[in-house]
């Protein structure tokens, strides 16, 4: 079966940095997504990767591993406005994406 | 950035009825869009995927019957949800995506409250 890994909850302090991991295991891979996810809102895309290594953008950065089935969202400098669920997708072999059940990131003072 | 729309934000209805939900892309064309449904605290559920001027595609488990998907243009679709119980109370979020594109967009999603 197709299945997505990701820490329910994680905590934080504000000003810090923070790792979320995911690790996945589907039938293909044609890409990778994050997504933030406010309570009561839509996602909305953060990134985007399909090639292993780092892609930073501003104060966010994924990485992949495809022959390790992992990635991870990686978040400077946090910030109180940060605190939200953090999905990660994978694009399978027919091209659906893959959701896991999102990791809930807790930012303290 | 493209965006997505949703009407309504919010719908209360009684059980038995239904609440029809749009989707619309506002400046790019959707040849493939997607519905979602969210339960609190849990992950999204792709419920079908559907591409313009064709039928769509259901996920299983999801109804076909109760839940009518309609993309007619390349910038409108919409999801009727029938006969509406108590259990379909959700979060419904659509999301677009053009021909060739990686990246799906979301609309803001709709709160459907059946009482």
């Known amino acids: 079966g197709q299945n997505i890994d990701q820490p329910t909850e994680m905590t934080a302090t504000e000003g810090a940095i923070v790792q979320i991991n995911c690790t996945y295991q589907t039938s293909g891979f044609n890409g990778l997504f994050w997504y933030q996810q406010h309570a009561g809102e839509a996602p909305t895309f953060l990134s985007y990767n399909v090639l292993d290594g780092l892609e930073e953008k501003g104060r966010f950065s994924s990485f992949l591993s495809r022959s390790k089935g992992y990635s991870y969202l990686l978040l400077k400098e946090l910030q109180m406005k940060d605190s939200a669920s953090y999905l990660c997708?994978?694009?399978?072999?027919?091209?659906?994406?893959?959701w896991g059940a999102g990791t809930k990131l807790i930012i303290k003072p | 950035g493209a965006v997505v729309s949703q009407h309504p934000s919010r719908v209360i209805c009684k059980s038995g009825t239904s609440v029809k939900i749009e989707c619309r892309s506002l400046d790019f064309q959707a040849t493939t869009m997607f519905w979602y449904r969210q339960f609190p605290k849990q992950s999204l559920m792709l419920m079908a995927t559907?591409?313009?001027?064709?039928?769509?595609?259901?996920e299983q488990g999801v109804e076909k019957d109760k839940f009518l998907i309609n993309h007619a243009s390349l910038t409108l679709s919409t999801l009727t949800v029938t006969s509406a119980h108590p259990e379909d109370s959700s979060f419904y979020i659509c999301s677009a995506r053009d021909q060739g594109e990686v990246e799906q967009y979301f609309g803001p999603g709709t709160r459907l409250t059946v009482t």
């Open positions: 559907s591409n313009e001027g064709s039928k769509a595609t259901y």
């Open positions: 997708a994978v694009r399978d072999s027919n091209y659906q994406l893959i």
